[in-house]
């Protein structure tokens, strides 16, 4: 059971990035899938989250209108489409899962993280 996380880079303010999630071991639908990121000296902060099965994904506050949150059930993957991006969302973005509990929420018993992968917003 693993999560493997990808699609972060060096990009300047205003363009786009995707992350992916892949989950191998388990059916990803079955269980909520949560985006978080961590910036240099900051907390972790909950960026996105989808619940089990047609749960409708959602955004923090913070990237609301410019992230967006999805799952495809056919490759067992997650995405979180990263548009507009500023500076301050530079951070190491990780996804993770309530598997084995099927919750619809993101907030407890995240059990299985993904590696990260660095998000860097630079002119």
């Known amino acids: 059971v693993q999560l493997q996380a990808s699609g972060g880079g060096l990009v300047r303010p205003g363009e786009s990035l995707r992350l992916s999630c892949v989950a191998s071991g388990f059916t990803l639908e079955y269980y909520a899938l949560g985006w978080f990121r961590r910036a240099p000296g900051k907390e972790r902060e909950g960026v996105g989250c989808i619940g089990r099965a047609d749960n409708i994904p959602t955004v923090s506050d913070s990237v609301k209108g410019r992230f967006t949150a999805s799952r495809d059930s056919n490759t067992n993957t997650a995405y979180l489409q990263m548009n507009s991006l500023k500076p301050e969302d530079t951070a190491v973005y990780y996804c993770?899962?309530?598997?084995?509990?099927?919750?619809?929420?993101?907030?407890?018993?995240?059990?299985?993280w993904g590696q990260g992968t660095q998000v860097t917003v630079s002119s």
């Open positions: 993770a899962t309530t598997y084995p509990y099927p919750m619809n929420s993101c907030v407890k018993d995240l059990e299985v």
